[in-house]
């Protein structure tokens, strides 16, 4: 000890000095000048984290000579309404320590080029006037490329500079526009949270050569198909502050806290205010420790579960005792009572056709194949309602989702089912995709109303009671169903027991929890789903049967109700005014766009391995058109479906 006290000097203070003060521990404080100097800096500007990650929390980033020395979050967003949490504080652990990342010695700080290549660039330019004729010596000898292509895959890079980079990148380029065509060239970059700017710079590069820009959302699985194919919109979702208005949430497959960390408060926060937080998901994750009920199903089964409660929640609340509050939501957002045409096999069984339409009737409108029928409750009469697809080319003033005659304006009660004034009662067969490889088709049976054509009579039934009969909801008219819920029959909870592990007591509560709380609170029911459940094969149907509860208990496009997806506040980009600088619309039109999983497949000759039969894929009641998942995509190309570069057998022009 008393060397201690030698080392920093420690004295015995004075009880007064010459001038007047206490002197105290001369000398020993020195050490304090490390503590001081490490909440030093010369400047402070403000930045974002947007390392593939869409949160754009607002820090301020402290310098000091030249370093980042720290980071703090910046309280500098605007304040909510009081009866809402405030944004603040936004941030998370890992954009506290993302200088780390700056100064890691893994962080690679310069471009690199497999050896080989270096060589024969930097001979070549030795003796070539421009970059363009140094790329082509290299290009035109077959010798060279075998050289530096065979050694791809086996390491060996070394150092280069940003200008040799550069210039191998201009060359090459250009060289492929002479030699082949402009597009020729593609250009990908990942998702452009990493940076809008960077994104944009080198797709709009790409769009002025003429060249085409490849797709990143769904080239690593993260796309949700289920969004545009139910919505006609991608990722349509509220920002993650409605979260709090919401009074009963499952997250479904997303670990909130861990991917939305600065947004995750929201969802803490409305437990404040007596939201129920239900988590289901095979693992004990973040998003678990905050839910006040988890369900730990099989890895991979959420369908199964969800197309249960869907049963409970139909046999319950529509074919039981209707819920008004459903009712009138289906009828009017949805397409429950579209009539859907039946069409008679050899054996007398019923397949399932397309929306009876105006075209069938007669009609000469434009577009009349897509202005589709309901029945009009008060009537009886088949009417247009206003709102189909036709009306958006046609008639655009009568676009607007209105319970109204299309041709008369008169008011009009969809009707949901034919059931009260079918003309018969017929079966009909519907695909199953389930484990069970010996029960390929569901036999059930539905409602028919007989309605004269043009081209004769036919049967048609409403998509409210092809849903039912699916779902297997015993409505007293035969068929496959199931009679109680411990049948174990397509789509009961007794049903998914064997695919989830989830009793399906636990199944039947949460999905009239699940209900009752939408009819209470006019459908604050929210599900937020992520990438658990969508980067599976078929992640579609699994998403649709979730986005079907959501629509069965009216919640969808409600304050604090329907879907939130994991993407989370990517609404507030800037995303119009980045689009026009990305694809170059300001110097031409259209822009040359690809989804990347088609690209590769086919220039990487990943088609040549595919060993996947789509007779397995397609349904039981059809036969597959192509049993080789290559021709399907070359089929949506042809029929303008799918972009697809290059489009002709020979380069067109570039950009002018």
Known sequence: MSNIFKKFKYLVPKAHSDNGHQQLNEGGRDWENMYRDRWSFDKCVHSTHGVNCTGSCSWNIYVKNGLVAWENQIHDYPETSPDMPDFEPRGCPRGASFSWYLYSPHRIKYPYLRGELATLWREARKDHKTVLETWQSIARDPAKMKRYKEARGMGGFVRSTWEEASEIVAASCLHTAVTYGPDRN?????????????????????????????SFYDWYADLPPASPQVWGDQTDVPESSDWYNADYIITWGSNVPL????????????????????????????STTVADTWISLK???DAAMAMAMGHVILNEYYWGEPAKFFIEYTRHFTDFPFLVRLTQREDGKYDTDRFLNAKDL????????????????????????????GDRWDRKEKWNL???????????????????GMDEIVEIELPYFGNEREQRVLTRT?????????????????????????????????????HDYEDDVPYTPKWQEKYTGVPMETVIHTARE???NSLKTNGKTMVIMGGGINHWFNADIIYRTILNLLLFVGSEGRNGGGWAHYVGQEKLRPAEGWQRIMTGLDWKKPPRLQNSTSF????????????????????????????HPGDYNVLAARMGWLPSYPTFNKGGPAAA
């Open 600 to 627: 590769y497949y086919f220039a990487t000759d990943q088609w040549r391995s595919d060993e996947v039969d789509m007779g397995d894929l397609a349904s039981p009641l059809a036969a597959p058109r192509y049993r």
């Open 362 to 389: 007669g009609r000469t409108d434009k577009h009349a194949e897509f202005k589709h029928y309901v029945i009009d409750e008060k009537t009886g009469k088949l009417v247009i309602p206003n709102g189909t697809m």
């Open 514 to 516: 699940f209900a009752d």
């Open 186 to 214: 593609f250009g990908f970059s990942v998702i452009p949270a990493k940076s809008m700017l960077s994104y944009a710079g080198g797709l709009r590069f790409m769009q002025l050569m003429g060249g085409a820009g490849l």
């Open 402 to 420: 209105r319970e109204e005659d299309s041709d008369t304006g008169e008011k009009i009660v969809p009707q949901l089912s034919v059931l009260g």
């Open 446 to 482: 539905v409602p028919a109303r007989r309605v004269r054509t043009a081209a004769g009579d036919v049967l048609v039934t409403t998509v409210y009671d092809l849903t039912l009969a699916n779902y297997a909801i015993d409505r007293g008219i035969g068929g496959e169903v199931a």
């Open 299 to 301: 890895v991979g089964s």
């Open 259 to 286: 991917t939305r960390t600065p947004d995750a408060h929201f969802l803490v926060e409305s437990r404040y205010k007596g939201t129920k937080v239900v988590s289901i998901a095979p693992d004990y994750a973040e």
